[in-house]
């Protein structure tokens, strides 16, 4: 028989998923010898048999891995036989100058929920029960190569049985690095005031004081969570008092789904998501009758659900306890808590925790469903750091921005987004972020040639990476915000062009100086264009108009019709003042020193601020939301707008849009829908005018004004039937969380403004 050896190298997100015990199976199955080891690259493989078998093998590696394992490449090399004996599994290579992924956490399968649920087996109702195909991976991993004693399950010493598991190629924990049990893993903890108890007590305890209304903080995969009762009014107002967050809707946990299908009118696709490896929190149209109180979502018509994704969430449940509040345990606008002592620093009436350790923060993934098709709203357990592929060299670090800041590594051919960090507000989260930059490119191997971010030189994420530019003594670039939506759809859906993007969200800084954020920008020959954008409006005050929404409508009556104008205005809006509205007109009318925005997300905020539905905001995009949960589905009607061609494309003007809502004697739910059609039908005019005079065929819907799915849906359906091409964000952010995905993009094709 004519013998030969393969050396593979096999990259991409191998460790930590089964794949070293699959490469044994598979290896046995086609009577090859050889072994399997990890390596700080990915996995090195030397298979030896004949050339079919062999073949078959890597063929095998890249069709038919493990569910968790995503492979990159694999590259085989001859080398010379050595006429080895069975396959096994070496200890782990310490090669430094690859380039290895960590899996993200995953949700406990299926296999291990039996064993937790089987009275007679020794991980009965054990918190900590995971396999080679589910449990933590990104939030316990130290460094590469991905093995046991570089995790925070070193310090947990493997009992007989666990142990017999663990080196086993037979069974499914075969070296499963978080595997554990009763005898020999992590233990829970709850700490209250004067005491402290432990196992099955402090699980007990936990459960009473959820039963009696209290708020506890629970230790989780990638940090703690503030947990209550989402049928308690008070409980869920406690939760809101200890955040700091008045109105912003909380996610609820459900024990289970025939509980969740009494909370949602999910569908299947929203149902099997939920239930998935991801187990992230959807978005699904809540029930009339949910036992859910209002308080969690006031004033929307959908509730952010998920299902227990470990054991320990299952354990909470009890009789009388079948919804939780879930939502991540800090002060809004700071990290989440990741040690106990942050945990007690909110003050909850205990915290439940357990001794392994969390290496790296990492909130819950949010997702919605469009037409059947999964958004992400932002991106975190479940998906980071699994990697997007990205053309180009050189290894890039992008900043993203500053409200859903999330950062960005391209090294090879791939990049990995960061998980959501939250708004960049005050030193605790500038530290979070710097945190997660050094843990990536430590995990990555990742030597940045370049470091990019936003134009706006007063993000707190444009300070921090011209700091680790400096340090690292590299160049530092900057990207236009909306350049950057756009290109992170690009990238996401490998696009080249010519592509006309469509780049709708709050505000960003323009290149002309002024707050852009309804931009029509055509990437053609490595570059961007601005065909059109919506009209520009004052906005007094700057961001005072984005915290009182009727500000920003005073200052748009104010623009249209003067005096007049302001006039109605302190008519129409009670929260505005004779006096305040005197300010407004004198800021509006300075020719200098005044902020305009094209942005679209404050045409909602006007929109809504009209029909009385929000005239203060305390979180972003609270009065879009209300705007949309307010309209009616199926409203065929819209108001006027004007178009003027331009040499250059299009000018917009909505005068009459706002003249139509206003006069508009409908009720207000027809009114709200009547404006997203509106704008619906001015996006698709103008994207479907510009890109036929353009040719340009491929239309990209980008921002965060776009995860409005009644919007979408017009602007989707429309240019479609037109005979366009349309693409959206599925696996990264519409809004700012994609936002370093389109800066590494653009800085690997060029298109970026060089700093010193």
């Not at 903890?189 to 004081?209: K, P």
């Not at 809540?286 to 969690?296: D, H, I, K, N």
């Not at 990476?465 to 996401?492: C, D, I, T, W």
Request: hydrophobic share 40%; with cysteine.
């Amino acid at each position: 028989m004519n013998t030969v050896r393969w050396r593979l190298e096999v990259s991409g997100v191998v460790q930590g998923v089964g794949f070293r015990p699959y490469v044994v199976r598979l290896a046995h199955s086609l009577g090859l010898t050889g072994w399997v080891a990890n390596d700080a690259a990915g996995v090195t493989i030397e298979a030896e048999g004949d050339p079919g078998g062999l073949e078959q093998f890597r063929v095998a590696l890249v069709e038919d891995g493990p569910p968790l394992a995503v492979v990159c490449t694999v590259r085989a090399q001859p080398v010379k036989p050595r006429g080895s004996s069975g396959f096994i599994v070496k200890a782990s290579a310490t090669r430094q100058a690859g380039r290895g992924l960590v899996p993200p956490d995953t949700a406990t399968c299926a296999e291990c929920w039996s064993e937790y649920r089987d009275p007679s087996g020794r991980r009965y109702q054990y918190s900590f029960t995971n396999c080679t195909s589910c449990g933590p991976r990104y939030t316990i991993v130290c460094q590469l190569p991905y093995d046991r004693p570089r995790t925070t399950m070193a310090t947990f010493r493997l009992c007989g049985d666990c142990r017999r598991e663990y080196e086993d190629p037979a069974d499914r924990r075969y070296h499963a690095q978080p595997v554990a049990c009763p005898a020999c893993g992590p233990n829970l903890e709850l700490v209250e005031t004067g005491r402290r108890l432990a196992g099955n007590q402090a699980l007990e305890r936990a459960r009473q004081l959820l039963r009696d209304g209290m708020v506890l903080a629970v230790k989780g995969l990638g940090g703690f969570h503030l947990v209550a009762s989402a049928t308690d009014p008070r409980a869920v107002e406690e939760v809101r008092r200890l955040k700091q967050r008045p109105r912003q809707p909380l996610a609820v946990m459900a024990a289970g789904v025939t509980q969740a299908d009494r909370a949602v009118a999910w569908s299947a696709s929203e149902r099997e998501c939920a239930a998935g490896p991801v187990a992230p929190v959807v978005l699904a149209r809540s029930q009339a009758s949910s036992p859910v109180v209002p308080t969690v979502q006031p004033g929307l018509t959908r509730t952010g659900i998920m299902l227990p994704y470990t054991p320990l969430h299952q354990n909470l449940f009890a009789a009388g306890v079948e919804y939780l509040v879930m939502t991540s345990a800090n002060v809004t606008g700071r990290p989440l808590a990741r040690e106990e002592h942050e945990a007690l620093a909110l003050g909850p009436a205990g915290v439940l925790t357990h001794d392994r350790a969390i290496v790296q923060r990492c909130d819950d993934t949010v997702v919605q469903f469009q037409q059947g098709r999964m958004q992400v709203l932002r991106r975190a357990r479940g998906l980071t750091p699994r990697p997007l592929p990205i053309p180009g060299r050189g290894d890039i670090l992008a900043a993203g921005g500053d409200s859903a800041g999330a950062l960005c590594l391209a090294t090879g051919g791939q990049a990995v987004l960061s998980q959501h960090l939250g708004d960049l507000e005050d030193e605790q989260a500038a530290r979070n972020y710097r945190e997660t930059y050094q843990k990536l490119v430590s995990l990555l191997n990742a030597r940045p040639a370049m470091v990019v971010c936003d134009m706006h030189p007063g993000y707190r994420s444009s300070e921090l990476a011209a700091s680790l530019a400096a340090g690292m003594k590299v160049p530092l670039g900057r990207v236009q915000h909306h350049h950057a939506h756009v290109a992170a759809v690009m990238a996401e859906h490998g696009l080249d062009g010519p592509v006309l993007g469509l780049a709708w969200d709050g505000t960003g800084l323009g290149q002309d100086g002024n707050l852009w954020g309804g931009e029509f920008l055509l990437w053609q020959g490595r570059r961007f264009a601005r065909l059109a954008h919506l009209p520009y409006l004052p906005m007094p005050g700057g961001e005072l108009c984005v915290q009182r929404p009727y500000r920003m409508a005073a200052a748009c009556l104010y623009h249209y019709w003067g005096r007049t104008g302001l006039e109605r205005a302190v008519r129409l809006l009670p929260d505005l003042s004779p006096l305040e509205a005197e300010a407004v007109a004198r800021q509006s009318g300075r020719r200098w020193r005044i902020h305009r925005t094209s942005g679209a997300g404050r045409l909602f905020d006007i929109a809504a601020a009209f029909l009385g539905l929000c005239a203060h905001a305390s979180y972003q995009g609270e009065a879009a939301l209300l705007l949309e949960c307010a309209a009616i589905p199926g409203e065929e009607a819209a108001y006027e707008y004007d178009l003027e061609r331009t040499r250059l494309g299009v000018r917009v003007c909505l005068g009459r849009t706002w003249a139509g809502l206003l006069d508009d004697p409908a009720p207000g739910p027809v009114r709200a829908a009547r404006f997203h059609k509106t704008l619906a039908n001015l996006a698709v005019e103008v994207a479907t005018g510009l890109a036929r005079a353009r040719g340009v065929g491929s239309v990209v819907l980008a921002g965060g004004v776009f995860q409005n799915q009644i919007l979408a849906q017009g602007v989707r359906e429309g240019l479609a039937a037109n005979g366009l091409s349309v693409y959206e964000a599925r696996l990264v952010p519409p809004g700012d969380g994609g936002l370093a995905l389109g800066q590494a993009w653009l800085a690997r094709q060029g298109g970026v403004t060089r700093c010193v």
